[in-house]
């Protein structure tokens, strides 16, 4: 009984021990976007101390600046905290965070707000990508934080690298565009 009993401790620690998960993260994450400045308010003499308050920011760009707070998170399906996010999970906390309701899942996010043409968006609108050939259905996400002469920067959370800030002029991601769809 004792053997057993040492052996199954053995395996135990041994296995326990032996597991190491691989990290697929090869390049550093950067963010090329930034949050909104922040005004300060009060000179100190005024009686008030300083207080750290947002600039004037519309709903989109206090969205954005939620999304941007997760800039690096890892991947995870389903997830929606620092310790991991899907796609649809960043948007779905970024706007809910706002008190904006939005559905949990990316295809279901498609069907909400009103289509327009990718010429025509603005910081806040969303972006819907099917990823593969075989995805019969929108399966990702991103919500535009940027619009630069003709290039649309994007956040979203990707499988190989976490959150991140794209560009629709990435090849990938132009070719698996779909649709543009204004929420707000």
């Not at 199954?8 to 090329?32: I, L």
């Not at 279901?108 to 603005?122: D, Q």
Request: hydrophobic share 40%; net charge positive; charged share 25%.
């Amino acid at each position: 009984m004792r053997t057993i009993i040492f052996v199954f401790m053995v395996f135990f620690v041994v296995g326990c021990g032996a597991v190491k998960k691989k990290t697929t993260y090869s390049k550093t994450r950067k963010v090329s976007v930034k949050a909104s400045p922040e005004k300060k308010l009060g000179s100190g003499n005024e009686g008030v101390s300083k207080i750290t308050r947002p600039a004037t920011t519309s709903k989109a760009d206090n969205i954005i600046n939620t999304a941007l707070q997760f800039s690096g998170t890892r991947y995870k399906f389903g997830g929606t905290t620092r310790k991991g996010m899907d796609c649809s999970g960043l948007l779905y906390v970024s706007f809910g965070e706002n008190n904006v309701r939005l559905p949990r899942t990316s295809y279901h996010m498609a069907e909400e707000g009103r289509r327009i043409k990718i010429k025509n968006v603005v910081k806040g609108d969303l972006l819907f990508f099917r990823t593969s050939r075989r995805a019969k259905r929108i399966n990702h996400v991103g919500m535009v934080v940027a619009v630069e002469n003709d290039d649309v920067k994007f956040i979203h959370a990707s499988t190989s690298r976490g959150v991140i800030v794209s560009s629709l002029r990435e090849g990938f991601w132009n070719k698996a565009f779909v649709k543009a769809q204004r929420i707000l």
